[in-house]
T-cell receptor, first 113, second 112 residues
Framework: EPEVTQTPSHQVTQMGQEVILRCVPI?????FYWYRQILGQKVEFLVS????????KSEIFDDQFSVERPDGSNFTLKIRSTKLEDSAMYFC???????????FGPGTRLLVL | DAKTTQPTSMDCAEGRAANLPCNHS???????VYWYRQIHSQGPQYIIH???NNETNEMASLIITEDRKSSTLILPHATLRDTAVYYC?????????????FGKGTKLSVIP
């Protein structure tokens, strides 16, 4: 069964460093998403991506964040200068066209020290 | 904010049916009811969704009231592996990016 994959599973970084989180969505899906979940809190929407551009973003997704689909399979989230409060689980999701269901990856646990 | 109300927690005996309620009294005609679950800190897992009619798949059944203001997710024979946080999400099917808005969900504990 097709699934969304994410790498790395864990990432530890120093405050101020850049990180790139990677996702491989399900192959025939067209819409891509990043969500995050701070420990003990709700899953929060960050950004959606369709047709090689951002379609919607939340207030959390400020200028420190960017997304890219560098090739036909990968979808990345970059945090330019990490802060302590960026420590969270980051989930990638994808869905097909129309009313398709979103399928989530296993997540990347980011720890900023 | 999430447009649904769910109990904070529930217990269910292993092998019994788990019935998880959800209130969505402000749901509009083109909004679907989706259910996801999250085991520990894993990625949310899709369970089932519906618009008006009751739905069943290999994981669960979804019962939606006739006025669509509430629904119940039924896990027919709960196992220990069903212990998770269950999210009921109302999802707008119109134009837009269709992001999901998660609430706090119901923490289901399946007890041996």
């Amino acid at each position: 069964e097709p699934e969304v994959t994410q790498t790395p599973s864990h990432q530890v970084t120093q405050m101020g460093q850049e990180v790139i989180l990677r996702c491989v969505p399900i192959s025939n899906h067209l819409y891509f998403y990043w969500y995050r979940q701070i420990l003990g809190q709700k899953v929060e929407f960050l950004v959606s991506f369709y047709n090689n551009e951002i379609s919607e973003k939340s207030e959390i997704f400020d200028d420190q964040f960017s997304v890219e689909r560098p090739d036909g399979s990968n979808f990345t989230l970059k945090i330019r200068s990490t802060k302590l409060e960026d420590s969270a689980m980051y989930f990638c999701a994808s869905r097909d066209r129309g009313l398709g269901t979103q399928y989530f990856g296993p997540g990347t646990r980011l720890l900023v020290l | 904010d999430a447009k649904t109300t769910q109990p904070t927690s529930m217990d269910c005996a292993e092998g019994r049916a788990a019935n998880l309620p959800c209130n969505h009294s402000t749901i509009s005609g083109n909004e679907y009811v989706y259910w996801y679950r999250q085991i520990h800190s894993q990625g949310p897992q899709y369970i089932i969704h519906g618009l008006k009619n009751n739905e069943t798949n290999e994981m669960a059944s979804l019962i939606i009231t006739e006025d669509r203001k509430s629904s119940t997710l039924i896990l027919p024979h709960a196992t220990l592996r069903d212990t998770a946080v269950y999210y009921c999400i109302v999802w707008y099917s119109g134009a837009g990016s269709y992001q999901l808005t998660f609430g706090k969900g119901t923490k289901l504990s399946v007890i041996p």
